[in-house]
């Protein structure tokens, strides 16, 4: 990277607007950046007027070293720049992937997806023992259909690229077909329910038109198709960003905010049968992130003392160790999870 720009997403004078840098809520009206909500992602709004601003200054490759679900790459597709982004958590990874995806052909796309749709109508489900998570955010009828749409996914023949739509649509709806308070960031609220459910054949229908008309929207605008890529990385030792090739940074990183971001899916993970409990949290996701909560340290004992003591945390290091005891101490103040 030849330069790294940082931005400060929180001006210190405040003329009386509300900043919306940093939240993902106008992205639900964007297309394909709505195929999925995710909470922890920022502005996209934002980040174009960024990139068009850095456009000028003749930077053309981009790099979000956090990409979370593709926001960054997204809209340097819509700016019809280069951008590389590496994802640590496997599942978020998984979404950006298949966002950036948007210019694979939408007939295609659609008739995969409905002829899935049409077969799980017609299967039959009669499993009862499902995980207790599951169990407790949504009734046997609606397990079932969800079910049959996954039983269906595994079971049929598809090609890569479609496997990975239909995945992705699955895992779209499981949210909106749970009466129970689902909320996706960050925790999961079985004592609380929702006033509209979607029937899962229905959400899962609705869905495929959303994301068809998104893809024929931006492919009859942007002629160049996709250039982002995403890589499952570690940023801190990633080895898919070949040296000197980027030239502007933009990125919205973990926050030490005690957010955490492994049990943002868990629903979903336990859906697909990627884990059985909150504890595999740990060794499935929380393993290969930054260290962002409580959740993330309480199983570091002496070592984290070890990690703070580290010469390259010199100059920040009473700042981190503060947050870190309080962060040690709001651990035993939260709970709930169901295992």
């Given at each position: 990277?030849?330069?790294?720009?940082?931005?400060?997403?929180?001006?210190?004078?405040?003329?009386?607007r509300?900043?919306?840098?940093?939240?993902?809520?106008?992205?639900?009206?964007?297309?394909?950046?709505?195929?999925?909500?995710?909470?922890?992602g920022?502005?996209?709004?934002?980040?174009?007027?960024?990139?068009?601003?850095?456009?000028?200054?003749?930077?053309?490759?981009?790099?979000?070293?956090?990409?979370?679900?593709?926001?960054?790459?997204?809209?340097?597709?819509?700016?019809?720049?280069?951008?590389?982004?590496?994802?640590?958590?496997?599942?978020?990874?998984?979404?950006?992937?298949?966002?950036?995806?948007?210019?694979?052909?939408?007939?295609?796309?659609?008739?995969?997806?409905?002829?899935?749709?049409?077969?799980?109508?017609?299967?039959?489900?009669?499993t009862?023992?499902?995980?207790?998570?599951?169990?407790?955010?949504?009734?046997?009828?609606?397990?079932?259909?969800?079910?049959?749409?996954?039983?269906?996914?595994?079971?049929?023949?598809?090609?890569?690229?479609?496997?990975?739509?239909?995945?992705?649509?699955?895992?779209?709806?499981?949210?909106?077909?749970?009466?129970?308070?689902?909320?996706?960031?960050?925790?999961?609220?079985?004592?609380?329910?929702?006033?509209?459910?979607?029937?899962?054949?229905?959400?899962?229908?609705?869905?495929?038109?959303?994301?068809?008309?998104?893809?024929?929207?931006?492919?009859?605008?942007?002629?160049?198709?996709?250039?982002?890529?995403?890589?499952?990385?570690?940023?801190?030792?990633?080895?898919?960003?070949?040296?000197?090739?980027?030239?502007?940074?933009?990125?919205?990183?973990?926050?030490?905010n005690?957010?955490?971001?492994?049990?943002?899916?868990?629903?979903?993970?336990?859906?697909?049968?990627?884990?059985?409990?909150w504890?595999?949290?740990?060794?499935?996701?929380?393993?290969?992130?930054?260290?962002?909560c409580?959740?993330?340290?309480?199983?570091?004992?002496?070592?984290?003392?070890?990690?703070?003591?580290?010469?390259?945390?010199?100059?920040?290091?009473?700042?981190?160790?503060?947050?870190?005891s309080?962060?040690?101490?709001?651990?035993?103040?939260?709970?709930?999870?169901?295992?």
């Amino acid at each position: 990277m030849t330069s790294i720009k940082q931005t400060q997403l929180f001006p210190v004078e405040d003329d009386g607007r509300q900043d919306y840098t940093a939240t993902f809520a106008d992205n639900m009206s964007l297309p394909v950046h709505r195929w999925f909500r995710y909470t922890a992602g920022f502005s996209a709004a934002w980040v174009q007027e960024l990139i068009q601003e850095e456009i000028k200054k003749g930077r053309s490759r981009v790099i979000d070293p956090f990409a979370g679900s593709g926001t960054v790459l997204l809209e340097s597709d819509m700016a019809q720049v280069e951008s590389i982004g590496i994802e640590a958590h496997p599942y978020i990874y998984r979404i950006a992937k298949t966002k950036i995806c948007w210019n694979f052909p939408p007939e295609l796309f659609r008739d995969a997806a409905l002829s899935l749709l049409k077969k799980a109508q017609g299967k039959k489900i009669t499993t009862v023992n499902y995980p207790k998570l599951l169990q407790s955010c949504y009734p046997l009828e609606i397990l079932h259909r969800l079910d049959a749409l996954k039983q269906t996914w595994l079971e049929i023949p598809q090609s890569a690229e479609t496997k990975d739509f239909t995945w992705f649509l699955i895992t779209c709806i499981l949210r909106i077909t749970s009466p129970v308070g689902t909320a996706q960031w960050q925790y999961i609220l079985p004592n609380k329910s929702k006033s509209k459910v979607v029937d899962p054949f229905m959400a899962y229908e609705v869905k495929v038109y959303e994301m068809y008309a998104d893809m024929r929207r931006l492919q009859s605008r942007i002629t160049s198709g996709s250039l982002a890529r995403v890589f499952q990385e570690d940023a801190r030792a990633q080895t898919s960003i070949p040296d000197g090739w980027g030239d502007l940074v933009i990125t919205s990183p973990p926050y030490a905010n005690n957010y955490d971001y492994a049990d943002a899916t868990r629903l979903e993970m336990t859906f697909w049968g990627d884990i059985d409990n909150w504890g595999d949290l740990q060794t499935t996701v929380r393993q290969h992130l930054v260290r962002a909560c409580t959740q993330h340290v309480s199983g570091m004992g002496s070592n984290a003392m070890e990690l703070l003591a580290a010469p390259q945390l010199n100059p920040i290091r009473d700042e981190l160790t503060n947050i870190f005891s309080r962060l040690e101490a709001e651990r035993f103040n939260h709970g709930g999870n169901i295992g």
